[in-house]
């Protein structure tokens, strides 16, 4: 059975012992980032903080921060995780709208609104307001449906916050759709805190008109639960533990937002002249847990959680093309749209093959990969010591290197032009024809297999 809410999902992983309670009253000030980051080198469990200062809300953080935690949110094994994302995401299971739900247990509207109530946390020292981190955005457009994903939230007043719509993704495009259908507002509600499955169907790339609930709804097996809002036409997650509701104007009221830790591990500039929203509604659970994200340099969860979702993505979209390629892994450190490693089968190679592989890479739609990397089938493409191995002993740069300059990646790549212009690096890491062994340097299969099974009688006296 999926995860009907947070809250069941949060028990599972405190019964396999993969969150932690933070029971100290802490700083929502640096002191729960500070926290966040060292606990990443320290067992990287999620964090439950139930006492933050000045708020009654307990705070969540670092959710889906491991492929172990993305698998048990999917109820299957970490190495199971990339053939099951594939295989359920190959059809979207729609969401199914019931009457009502526990975010509709406390209803505060109007002029009672008031977001000052929620845990406003600032993060890093390059922050100079705190955010909302992990709000489910959605949007509706007459002919694109249904949309979902996260935009940051930064503090304005205690009705109104920033919403980082970026050009391409989706909220933006619903956006400015309606501005050139000439109408004057524009309807959101975001959802914070629901069934892991919906946060991770929210960094899938889809097309425009996929609702990513669609998706959710795939991963989880089951449709997700939806209810209407209060007072925008959209639906939202029955079982979310806080709902806002409110509108943009159109043309909206804009200010300076930023800078913010972003998921590249740096701040990367103020966004000038970023839009505003009114929040009319709060509707929230009784009790309600704030599900927050913390971003950082290093591995963060947004690369873990990317690095999933694009690695299937590529592997989903050049596969059909290129049936020797038998997985895709976007490395986490690569904060998992970067570095993207292509293990293809050793004996469907042809002459060629590899450079078209890595050139067709960077068609993939949405993909902003960077540096690729082709391996034989003899190595794990998820393990950061084999790659390393592969790239350092079957690689000659003058002919198994190529560089396409002045192409698009990402404009909060702070090593791209401002524009997001950056070059990308294409490496054939397979064996060459030329490679000159006898073979892996291992212990035969046999022995080998025997030993491991073996393992602990060889230490007993
Ligand atoms: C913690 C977090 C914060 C994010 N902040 C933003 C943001 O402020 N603006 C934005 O456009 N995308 C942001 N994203 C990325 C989008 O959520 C993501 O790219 C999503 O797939 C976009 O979906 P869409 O194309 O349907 O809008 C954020 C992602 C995460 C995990
Ligand atoms: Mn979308």
Not at 105 to 119: F, N, Q, S, Y
Not at 292 to 319: A, D, H, P, R
Not at 377 to 395: L, Y
Request: net charge negative; with cysteine; charged share 30%.
């Amino acid at each position: 059975m999926p995860f009907s809410d947070l809250r069941q999902y949060l028990n599972r992983l405190e019964k396999l012992g993969d969150l932690a309670r933070v029971k100290k009253e802490v700083d929502p000030k640096y002191e729960i980032g500070a926290i966040c980051k060292t606990a990443h080198d320290r067992g990287r469990k999620a964090l439950f903080f139930e006492r933050v200062r000045g708020c009654s809300m307990p705070v969540i953080v670092d959710l889906l921060a491991t492929f172990n935690r993305i698998a048990t949110a999917i109820e299957t094994q970490e190495t199971d995780l990339f053939k099951e994302v594939v295989e359920r995401t190959k059809e979207g299971v729609e969401p199914r709208i019931v009457k009502s739900g526990p975010c509709k247990d406390i209803i505060i509207r109007g002029k009672d609104v008031d977001l000052t109530t929620l845990p406003w946390i600032t993060w890093n020292k390059t922050e100079k307001s705190p955010y909302i981190t992990a709000g489910m955005v959605i949007v509706k457009d007459p002919e694109y449906g249904r949309n979902m994903g996260v935009y940051r939230m930064m503090y304005a007043d205690k009705n109104h916050t920033f919403l980082r719509l970026s050009p391409g993704h989706h909220g933006y495009e619903y956006y400015k759709a309606a501005e050139l259908r000439g109408e004057k507002r524009f309807e959101v509600a975001v959802a914070l805190g629901a069934d892991p499955t919906v946060f991770l169907a929210s960094q899938f790339v889809p097309g425009i008109d996929v609702d990513e609930f669609t998706i959710a709804g795939a991963l989880r097996r089951e449709p997700v639960e939806l209810v209407k809002c209060e007072t925008v036409n959209i639906e939202v997650p029955a079982t979310a533990e806080i709902v806002l509701e409110g509108h943009l104007d159109i043309p909206a009221d804009v200010g300076d937002e930023g800078p913010y830790g972003e998921f590249c591990g740096y701040s990367v500039g103020t966004v000038i002249r970023e839009r505003l929203w009114t929040i009319d509604c709060i509707t929230m659970r009784r009790d309600p847990i704030y599900h927050g994200f913390y971003l950082c340099k290093g591995i963060n969860e947004e690369g873990v959680i990317k690095s999933l979702t694009t690695s299937v993505q590529i592997y989903n979209e050049m596969k059909p093309g290129h049936p020797a390629i038998k997985r895709v892994h976007c490395s986490e450190a690569g904060i998992g749209i970067f570095h993207c490693y292509i293990q293809i089968d050793e004996r469907m190679k042809r002459p060629g093959m590899v450079n078209n592989i890595l050139a067709s890479s960077v068609g993939v739609k949405g993909s902003r990969v960077k540096h690729v990397f082709v391996f034989d089938d003899d190595i794990d493409i998820t393990n950061p010591e084999e790659v390393e191995w592969a790239f350092a002993t079957r690689v000659q740069a003058d002919k198994d290197i190529f560089v396409i300059p002045n192409s698009f990646g990402l404009r909060l790549d702070p090593s791209a032009t401002s524009e997001g212009v950056t070059a990308k690096l294409f490496v054939d890491a397979t064996k060459g024809k030329n490679f000159r062994s006898e073979g892996l340097a291992l212990p035969p299969d046999d022995v080998w297999q025997k030993v491991k099974q073996n393992w602990d009688s060889y230490f007993v006296g």
